[in-house]
């Protein structure tokens, strides 16, 4: 490695940026991946060293599952200090997920991880993968005085930095496949790259990076419609193990004020099971009290996701099942914002 330039590790986890398409059937199958500075020269023509590893068989991310993010986890705590930035290439479907749990697993983070990948593959014609993986590796590289610019896990896609807990996927055709509807973008690719740093996650600077593996994934997502059945209802609530839930609500955090669903709800909590509140709108905030129609949501103990995305949500309830916090601290751990999830 060349002494003054930055160090940053290429991690390939799989997903269709790596993918070619094999000549004779047109299937696409993930490629060698040491030779992935042989197939874009312009890598080497960036300012930083760049190392590659690889996940021994690459995923769709469709199949993307706890053990491989404790294993992303440990490929970065592994390498923390020999590099300056980390670069993840993922599949974009469940991108947002990965991306907004390692948010949680990474505390203390002081070095850019950058999340990118792509809608086309990087050996098609029209591929939008050089450009989300040169820019995300310039993003990883950034510097101000010898340290990194970016200290946070981030989405890169599409010309945009988004903080990495905040994004969605919006789109599956779209090479704007990604939004981060309640939080401004970190920066964004024209001409010049433009670093919007008063938004920028600011790590305590004396705090060392602490990884955290224990995930508990003993959860629900329930979205809510009308017309939801009790039995159903019922039926998850008894699931065996289950510890949490993140229920999608309507518009500020509102559902129906029908007895038999509130008392569910209330002798679910009273079992132990933690229920998150969050909108199933795409942007804006849950506001517990605002409508009779949450106000009881409130006073039986429901946490407020306040303006959390539903992955963000699923991931922090993992995360934080998996810290053993006391049931009557859960909640108000739960509601404090702890990467710049929520407002
Ligand atoms: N199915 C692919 C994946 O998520 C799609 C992509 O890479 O964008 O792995």
Redesign the pocket.
């Known amino acids: 490695m060349t002494k003054n330039n930055p160090n940053i590790l290429l991690i390939y986890t799989?997903?269709?940026?790596g993918m070619i398409k094999d000549p004779e059937t047109g299937a696409l199958r993930a490629f060698d991946f040491d030779n992935l500075l042989v197939r874009i020269p312009e890598l080497k023509l960036l300012d930083c060293n760049i190392e590659t590893i690889s996940f021994e068989e690459p995923i769709?991310?469709?199949n993307m599952a706890p053990k491989y993010w404790v294993e992303i986890a440990e490929i970065i705590e592994d390498n923390y200090d020999a590099f300056d930035g980390f670069v993840i290439l993922h599949?974009?479907?469940?991108m947002s997920y990965t991306a907004s749990i390692l948010s949680f697993m990474l505390e203390h983070l002081a070095k850019p991880v950058i999340f990118t990948?792509s809608?086309l593959p990087i050996g098609d014609l029209r591929t939008d993968a050089k450009e989300n993986l040169i820019t995300s590796i310039q993003v990883a590289s950034l510097q101000h005085y010898n340290k990194p610019v970016i200290k946070e896990v981030c989405l890169y896609f599409e010309y945009k930095l988004y903080r990495a807990n905040r994004t969605t996927k919006i789109n599956a055709e779209h090479f704007e496949a990604f939004a981060s509807l309640n939080y401004p973008d970190l920066a964004e690719s024209g001409v010049h790259l433009k670093v919007n740093n008063e938004y920028l996650f600011k790590p305590n600077p004396r705090k060392s990076l602490i990884v955290h593996k224990e995930l508990d994934s003993n959860i629900a997502l329930i979205k809510l419609f009308p017309g939801i059945s009790e039995a159903l209802l019922v039926s998850i609530f008894n699931t065996p193990n289950l510890k949490g839930v993140v229920m999608e609500t309507y518009g500020a955090g509102n559902c129906t004020t029908e007895s038999w669903f509130v008392s569910l709800l209330k002798d679910t909590i009273s079992k132990g099971i933690h229920i998150v509140n969050v909108t199933q709108c795409s942007g804006g905030s849950v506001m517990m009290g605002q409508y009779e129609t949450s106000e009881k949501l409130k006073r039986i103990g429901v946490i407020s996701g306040k303006d959390i995305t539903s992955e963000a949500a699923i991931s922090k309830l993992m995360y934080l099942l998996g810290q053993n916090i006391s049931a009557n601290l859960f909640k108000t751990i739960y509601e404090t914002s702890l990467r710049g999830e929520m407002a």
């Open positions: 799989g997903g269709t940026i769709d991310s469709s599949g974009s479907d469940t990948g809608q």
